[in-house]
């Protein structure tokens, strides 16, 4: 079974960047498609962004053009590259991974206000 290690989260004002990571292990991540979600108090979890095995991405219309997720398959770790942060992106951060199963990371917190 994979295990998913959260880092990166924290406090920063609007208009601030975060990187989070998440690491992998327990699985050949080459195989695994990776994804960000998050969720807000009192909302429902929401993706976030995805990337696939082949590289491809997939986000969110409140991220477009501020977020990016990479991978990096040698480091086995995922990326999620927030610019311009704003107020509502205020929420605990999931790391997911997918192949015939699925696996959640434990979470980190992200913080954006002034």
């Known amino acids: 079974q994979v295990q998913l290690m959260e880092s990166g989260g924290g406090l920063m004002p609007p208009g601030g960047t975060l990187r989070l990571s998440c690491a992998a292990s327990g699985f050949t991540f080459n195989f695994l498609t990776m994804s960000w979600y998050r969720q807000a108090p009192g909302k429902e979890r929401e993706l976030v962004a995805s990337?696939?095995?082949?590289?491809?991405?997939n986000y969110a219309n409140s991220v477009k053009e501020r977020f990016t997720i990479s991978r990096d398959n040698a480091k086995g770790t995922v990326y999620l590259q927030m610019n311009n942060l704003k107020p509502e992106d205020t929420a605990v951060y999931y790391c997911?991974?997918?192949?015939?199963?699925?696996?959640w990371g434990q979470g980190t917190q992200v913080t954006v206000s002034s």
């Open positions: 997911h991974a997918q192949f015939s199963f699925e696996a």
């Open positions: 990337i696939s095995i082949a590289g491809t991405t």
